[in-house]
């Protein structure tokens, strides 16, 4: 058997150009944004600037990224729509290419991301009114009562301003 090249050093067949790294980059960075792992925008980046749909070994050797996080990434990447498998004659692995409308990877964020923690949000936010309902009518009690108003109109307005945004992208 011969010689493979270890999992933490890249194949030398499969280096990346400038570009690929430069685009992957971007993707890193407006993942962090969202608070989400480097290797979701590397998967991501990758697949964007690739003119073929690349299998699941060849993410983890352009990448040098272990199959388990590439895996991982990936189903994240597809439940938020914003990969999907592809089809390739002759071949039994599926194949990735990358979602590139914009609408689609918003709503697919919102759905995933967002509409979860808005919904624990508002279930939190009817606890804390609850307690709110409880508090003396000191100059404390006043003041924080007052904040938990607040929070109800933040809340509103996050429920009523995220419909306009996906509206937006169409």
Known sequence: MPDEAPLDSPSPGFALSSLEVGVIDFFVSAVKVLGMPKSIGEIYGLLFVSHEALPLDALCQRLNMSKGSASQGLKLLRAFGAVRATYQPGDRRDHFT???ELKRLVAGFMREQIQPRLTH???RLTR???????????????????RLRKLERWSQRSREVLPLLSGMLE
């Open 128 to 146: 804390l009114l609850s307690l709110g309902s409880e508090l003396s009518d000191q100059a404390s009690g006043q003041f924080q009562r007052q």
């Open 121 to 123: 949000g508002e279930e």
């Open 98 to 100: 990358a979602e590139v």
